[in-house]
């Protein structure tokens, strides 16, 4: 017999450097689960991510066991380190703050592909692509 899901939690947190502040500790916390454990194992399993913000959806259940799912890094965040910026432009239209290419876009499209709802790669480039321009960042070919 499956478990009764409890609660739902969706959180960002960093990719192999989460720790039980906020907003991890407390969102866990109301609902009675091991914060350490899960801290332990998001960052065993986020290791390669190294600070790069991870969403993640958790799952808690009625003997207040829990599993989590990660999905890809924000679109904004890859964009951020392609373009090795620190953030985005304030005014996108007027001021332009960084460059990315198209090759870059199709990689982040790769790495997004499961998330956005694109059919394929070219499509999911476009998407980016549209990050891109609202963060004034400007593609080139």
Do not use: C, W
Not at 103 to 116: N, Y
């Amino acid at each position: 017999m499956a478990k009764k899901i409890v609660a739902k939690i969706k959180l960002q947190a960093p990719g192999g450097q989460a720790t039980p502040a906020p907003p991890i500790g407390p969102a866990l916390g109301q609902h009675n689960v091991n914060i350490g454990q899960f801290v332990s194992q998001f960052n065993e399993k986020t290791k390669d991510l190294n600070g790069t913000p991870v969403p993640v959806e958790i799952f808690v259940y009625g003997d207040k066991t829990f599993s989590f799912i990660t999905k890809s890094p924000p679109a904004s965040a890859l964009l951020k380190e392609a373009a090795q910026i620190a953030k985005g432009s304030g005014v996108p239209n007027k001021e332009k703050v960084g460059t990315v290419t198209r090759d870059q876009l199709r990689k982040i499209a790769e790495t997004k592909l499961a998330d956005i709802s694109a059919r394929d790669i070219e499509a999911g480039a476009e998407i980016i692509a549209g990050t891109a321009r609202s963060m004034g960042i400007t593609v080139t070919d």
